[in-house]
């Protein structure tokens, strides 16, 4: 495996400075061979031609980017200091980006922890950290974390639930950031290869299938209306229980069985009931 180092190169202006001067002494030395015109023209034409030569030797580094130089395909380093360099001229230089980046994956289909089909994408910021990774190890580092991302974001949603049904399970819809924080090693996993680390990864659309959406919201209204049901019950248990004991204990109104399973039959009636409650006088006990 390939790995970055640092390349050998030189300070841009000091190297404008050495040129100027060959520059100046081929000038120097024509004018001395006056005397001897071919011996001028040779060692002008030497000069000059060597000058050029160095000249292609110049390169600019930009902020946050780096230069891999390459010698008849081998590596050789890379250059991260910015301003004008100089190289050795027969070194390749090409130029990688070293600054944060992102994308967003295409809306994926896939089945949930359950079977459920349902519809994912994440976005994803990244940077590349070690050059020589990202351009020899792999053929299109970009393309490689595009397709990298959305197999672990695939891979990710299969294994989790979109809602969870049971006690501190986890699910997508739940969880959004234990979520990210699976999604982005499971990507950093994948893309270590390549030079790349991954900064960020977050879930930017999470829902059913069309083919199921209407299904799974009516499944969720039910619900709903079975959590509302049964935190009105546990509610009229608890107001019924206090109301016998206020009237027990504070009133000492003595109630048997069959009363009290009266009264509280008619209280969770008034109290659960959707409509107004009707009240019916007994006059039973009048006569």
């Not at 841009?12 to 120097?28: K, M, R």
């Not at 292609?56 to 230069?67: D, L, Q, S, T």
């Not at 940077?127 to 990298?148: G, L, P």
């Not at 919201?217 to 935190?231: E, I, N, S, T």
Request: proline share 3%; hydrophobic share 45%.
């Amino acid at each position: 495996m390939i790995r970055e180092k640092e390349a050998a190169t030189f300070d841009g202006y000091v190297a404008l400075l050495v040129l100027a001067i060959l520059e100046i002494a081929a000038i120097a030395a024509t004018i001395n061979a006056i005397t001897t015109p071919s011996l001028a023209i040779v060692g002008f034409v030497l000069l000059t031609l060597l000058v050029t030569f160095l000249w292609v030797g110049f390169f600019m580094v930009a902020p946050n980017e780096g230069k891999i130089l390459q010698l008849f395909g081998n590596y050789v380093g890379t250059e991260h200091k910015t301003g004008l360099r100089w190289a050795n001229p027969l070194y390749k230089k090409t130029g990688i980006s070293l600054r944060v980046r992102n994308f967003e994956s295409g809306k994926l289909k896939v089945n949930d922890a359950r079977g459920n089909p349902i519809e994912i994408a994440a976005v994803i910021v990244w940077k590349v950290v070690d050059s020589a990774e990202a351009f020899f190890e792999v053929d299109d580092y970009e393309s490689f974390v595009t397709i990298q991302s959305e197999a672990a974001l695939r891979n990710l949603a299969s294994k989790i639930p979109y809602e969870n049904h049971k006690p501190n399970e986890l699910s997508l819809r739940a969880d959004p950031v234990q979520i990210a924080d699976m999604i982005k090693r499971e990507v950093q996993e994948r893309l270590e290869k390549a030079g790349v680390l991954v900064i960020e990864a977050r879930i930017s659309h999470l829902a059913y299938s069309p083919e199921i959406a209407q299904s799974m919201l009516r499944k969720q209204q039910a619900g709903a209306v079975l959590a509302a049901r049964r935190l009105i019950v546990q509610g009229a248990v608890e107001m019924v229980s206090d109301a016998l004991s206020t009237l027990t204990d504070k009133h000492n109104f003595e109630l048997d069985d069959e009363r009290k399973a009266s009264m509280v039959s008619n209280l969770l009636v008034v109290i659960c009931s959707e409509q107004q409650a009707q009240p019916v006088v007994n006059t039973g006990s009048l006569y």
